[in-house]
């Protein structure tokens, strides 16, 4: 038998069934895992004692017939989650100490299908950042490093320690957050696979909002039908949530497998930028090769306003995120720091508790909203944001589903992108524009780049059509084969 | 009878809007379910919502929708299918998310009227421009302890309505003839309880002066004032400060200013300048407001008769005067109580009783029509007492008394008391009788010619009586016997 820590979720729930070893046994063995893949940074909070507890029931549950879905699985929870008298504090100083005397709706969720936390995941602070290197903790660092040179990489973010801890085997899963590519970039780097559902799927209710009108919760997993288990899971109408959507809830497991003979596939135009990376072009034709040689109808298709979705992101994510923002004031719970008079206690306990990237946004968020301002940048950017959204409904006219890069490199070294906000942005280029029209997306882990990192590929659907891009990527898992391990070169396929 | 205000350059017009902000009644605030009850310990009605705590949603609460809707049907207004919830944006410590949810470019009712009457018999249409649903905020408390503020969120998240009217109002008799009306109409459909004094509803002012036909004048906005009176007040001050500025050559700075009641001045809180940027955007967790046209239609057949309508009806169906219909229908509870009492009986009769010795009593008690001593149908009951006889006006007054301090039903207090009106003949005869045997020299002086001794004989009868006989009865039979 294989290390349980290798296991997937899916294999991981039939061992545990069948009794091959028991949920304290999964847990322990993930707990060490955390303990030894320590120098990641990947784990904010660790919950070693409650893992320990929840998983002695878990047997219990598995032994009396009562299991749910995940039970006896052992995840990590990106920090961005409330999770009740566990520290939560979206990785920023102004939270520190807090302790949300309330469970958000999603991991309430996986907690009753029986899921066990085995600690909070490192992220951006504030979900602010493709690197995870704006977090208060320090950066997450990925497993994965070039063959060569063995310098330390990001894994991407903002939701960089969940797919640091389940690449690094220290978590059979994770939670994410996806607000303009945050699940599926790091999984991108981190060679997992990341779900983004619809808007609306999930529920917000308890996760730390940056924007609220394109955060969306999903799991991070090593694969596709790990993917679908979770999901399973995690989605679902919450009346807490006016943005949710009373939507039945399909099974995401059962049609997996049905293939991919006779889907359109769309492949936009505009997606082919300049200066792109020859591996992400090469990595990109395979994967439109492997689907055509299944008997996928590819499709060439235009998204014409493609060029306008990261400006137009980078308008509407900072302007929300400015007034969501604005809750941390010093006056109720976090940080406070002593002033001389109310605004000099405000200043003080922002200035303290936010770093240097969630002040840009807020100030480029205060700045677009401001009287004299808004027509030109909020509103214009809303109504960019239309066509967008009608681009892909356009396309969805011919296509089943849209095949893409998820970002136009693989993961970057630990402080490269630091101090060149742009740049950083600019790894959003793939992902931002399905944010932006709601529509679920999934990269799927499908080669190396020539340094010998991960690279993924995104496929975006029909809002709720996350059963169409769950198969399709089902079949992308399969056909690209990425079995290879951040600690292993044994097995990589050089594109 | 236009009001004006005399300059020593000439006359000024004034201009006067109203904002008033009603809170709805509701058991649970706009976009939580925490409670709204009055007077509650601090911070004890509060919700994560409420405080602003990390990864809280606003989920909106109908019944606010509803009571909206409702009022808006009764100022005549336009109800807007989809509006649009927004964030006002604004740092203070009593706001606990740094935001107000409003609604700014899309409120969920438009335009309407309301109909005011004033004291020369005339009534005016005043325009409504706008009710829209928002949020309250907290309460700062700054003088508990020296350099601390105190925050009590009891209040933050109860569901308000803004509603904004026209520039349309004059005087200030209009003004206070406005809030009155209007508190009367959201007391009616019940969507306020409009209650001055605790906060449930609060008035910003807008005045302004101008010489006659010229344009508008720079206004001021008066913040917060809290009574009809204390508005009344505050704009015949702030008219008058304005109109000196004006007259000394300056002009005025539009600004925020506060009333203060005990000084009767109002005062700078802050210029245009210190106005805050509020960065109004719609609020992404909250979708476009959309109800269905069937709902409103609902909604507007379950309207009680508001206080226009029943006003008119009074004057037609019971001959009262404008005045009394007025009075009766200021208050849903006396018309109501109103409508009881006469019902099949003579309603000016009936709207005297009820205006006069019943309000009266219940205003020299303190008391109001719900927990008033007696009932309606009991009211109802002495008037019949008066009508077949029974009691002399007089008498019937005197029996309303024992009821008010009682309870008990008219024919209770008459049976108990013996306040039942002489009407028997024989005895009132006997009386008469006595009376004259006893005055032989006044029914000399009579007969011969002084009649005016007439009222004096019936005073001696009704005196004998102790106010029981009957005057009529009394005055018939001394006819008989005198001449």
């Known amino acids: 038998m294989s290390k349980l820590t290798e296991l997937t979720v899916a ?41 320990r507890q929840r998983s002695i029931l878990s047997d219990k549950k598995i032994s009396s017939g009562e299991a749910g879905l995940l039970e006896g699985i052992p995840i990590a929870v990106k920090d961005l989650f409330c999770t009740k008298g566990v520290h939560s504090s979206a990785c920023s100083k102004v939270l520190d100490g807090f302790q949300p005397p309330y469970e958000s709706t999603v991991t309430q969720k996986l907690w009753d299908s029986g899921a066990v936390m085995l600690g909070k995941a490192n992220m951006d602070e504030f979900a602010m950042g493709s690197s995870n290197s ?6 997450a660092i990925n497993p994965w490093t070039p063959k060569e040179t063995g310098e330390q990489r990001v894994p991407g973010g903002s939701s960089g320690g969940s797919a640091v801890a389940v690449a690094a085997r220290a978590a059979l899963a994770a939670t994410g957050t996806d607000t303009g590519g945050s699940i599926r970039q790091p999984a991108s780097f981190c060679g997992v696979v990341g779900l983004k559902p619809t808007y609306g799927r999930c529920s917000r209710w308890g996760i730390i909002a940056f924007a609220s009108s394109l955060d969306q919760a999903g799991p991070i997993t090593r694969s596709v039908k790990d993917a679908a288990l979770m999901l399973n899971v995690m989605a679902g109408f919450d009346s807490k949530d006016s943005t949710s959507l009373d939507k039945n809830v399909p099974d995401y497991v059962k049609d997996l497998d049905q293939g991919v003979k006779g889907l359109r596939i769309g492949v936009p135009e505009e997606y082919r930028i300049d200066g792109m990376l020859p591996e992400i072009t090469a990595l990109w034709e395979q994967g439109i090769e492997w689907f055509k040689n299944a008997g996928g109808e ?81 509103l214009k950017a809303q109504r960019v944001r239309s066509r967008i959204a ?24 630990v402080g490269e992108k630091t101090d060149d906000p742009i740049s950083m942005y600019l790894n959003d280029v793939f992902t931002v524009p399905a944010s932006l029209a709601g529509l679920p997306g999934i990269s799927i882990p499908s080669g190396l780049s020539p340094e010998g990192m991960p690279l993924g590929l995104q496929l975006i659907g029909r809002p709720f059509d996350e059963v169409t891009i769950l198969s399709a990527g089902r079949f992308l898992e399969t056909a690209a084969d990425f079995n290879c391990l951040p600690s292993d070169n044994i097995g990589r396929k050089k594109l | 009878m236009t009001y004006c205000i005399q300059g020593n350059s000439g006359q000024f017009e004034l201009v006067v809007g109203l904002e008033v902000h009603a809170q709805v009644k509701s058991k649970a605030k706009l976009f939580s379910g925490a409670p709204t009850e009055y007077g509650a310990e601090p911070n004890t009605q509060v919700s994560f919502i409420d405080a602003g705590m990390p990864g809280m949603l606003p989920v909106i609460n109908e019944v606010a929708i509803e009571q909206a809707v409702r009022t808006g049907l009764a100022l005549n207004a336009k109800i807007n299918l989809t509006s649009i919830f927004d964030r006002k944006n604004y740092f203070y410590p009593d706001l606990p998310c740094g935001y107000q949810i409003s609604q700014y470019l899309d409120p969920i009712v438009g335009e309407g009227t309301v109909e005011i009457d004033l004291k020369d018999g005339s009534s005016r249409n005043i325009g409504i421009e706008r009710l829209h649903l928002e949020m309250d905020a907290g309460k700062s408390i700054h003088d508990l302890r020296p350099n601390v503020t105190h925050v009590d969120l009891n209040r933050s998240g109860i569901a308000l309505m803004e509603i904004v ?44 002066v101008r010489r ?30 304005q109109v000196d500025i004006i007259e000394e050559g300056n002009s005025v700075d539009q600004e925020t200013r506060l009333f203060d009641s005990s000084k009767g001045e109002t005062r700078t809180m802050r210029s245009k300048e210190e106005a805050h940027d509020y960065r109004y955007f719609p609020d992404p967790d909250l979708l476009p407001l959309k109800i269905e046209q069937d709902w409103v239609n609902e909604i507007k057949n379950s309207l009680p008769e508001l206080p226009d309508v029943l006003k008119k009806r009074f004057i037609k169906q019971y001959s009262l005067t404008p005045y009394d219909a007025e009075v ?76 008010f301090l009682s309870g008990s039903d008219a024919d209770v207090v008459i049976e108990e008391k013996g306040l039942k009106q002489v009407t028997d003949v024989d005895e009132i005869h006997t009386i008469i009788d006595k009376i004259l045997s006893s005055n032989t020299e006044k029914v000399e002086e009579f007969r011969n010619g002084k009649v005016k001794l007439m009222g004096w004989f019936v005073g001696q009868v009704m005196k004998e009586s102790q106010g029981k006989a009957n005057p009529a009865a009394v005055n018939k039979a001394l006819k008989e016997k005198l001449t």
């Not at chain 2, 209009?174 to 009155?180: D, H």
Request: charge should be neutral.
């Open chain 2, 212 to 241: 006659p036909g010229e344009k508008y004048g720079t206004r001021c906005e008066i913040k917060n004032v809290n009574s009809v009176r204390f508005v009344m007040r505050a704009i015949e001050y702030e008219s008058k400060r």
């Open chain 1, 390 to 413: 009608k681009d892909f409904k356009d396309a969805f006219n011919d296509v089943d589903v849209i095949l893409t890069p998820t970002a136009p490199t693989g993961a970057f070294a």
């Open chain 2, 328 to 403: 009766l229908v200021s208050e849903q509870s006396s018309a109501m109580f109103f409508e009881t009492v006469a019902h099949g009986r003579d309603g000016k009769l009936a709207a005297n009783w009820v205006t006069g010795e019943f309000f009266g009593a219940l205003n020299k008690a303190n008391l109001n029509i719900v927990n008033s001593p007696i009932t309606a149908h009991q009211l109802g009951g002495l008037i019949d007492r008066v009508s077949d006889g029974t009691l002399s006006v007089r008498l019937a007054k005197e029996v309303f008394e024992f009821m």
């Open chain 1, 298 to 378: 590819i499709k060439e298709i235009s998204l014409p306003h493609t060029k306008y979705a990261l400006p137009t992101y980078y308008i509407i994510a900072p302007a929300e995120a400015s007034s969501n923002l604005a809750r941390y004031d010093g006056v109720r719970f976090g940080l406070r720091e002593t002033g001389d008079d109310l605004i000099d206690m405000y200043s003080k306990s922002r200035a303290k508790g936010f770093g240097e990237e969630v002040k840009r946004r807020v100030m480029i968020g205060t700045y677009v909203l401001s009287a004299g301002y808004y027509d030109a940048y909020y």
């Open chain 1, 11 to 51: 294999d991981a729930i039939s061992g545990l069934r069948k009794k091959e070893f028991s949920a304290v046994e999964l847990t322990e063995d993930h707990i060490n895992a955390v303990k030894d893949s320590q120098e990641l940074n990947a784990y904010v909070v660790k919950t070693f004692d409650l893992a």
């Open chain 2, 165 to 208: 009217s026209k520039p349309d109002m004059r005087s200030p008799e209009e003004a206070g003839a406005y809030l009155r009306k209007l508190r009367t109409i959201l007391r009616y459909v019940g969507s306020c309880d409009g209650n001055m004094e605790q906060g449930s509803m609060r008035c910003d002012v807008n005045v302004s």
């Open chain 1, 134 to 139: 704006t977090s208060c903790y320090g950066p």
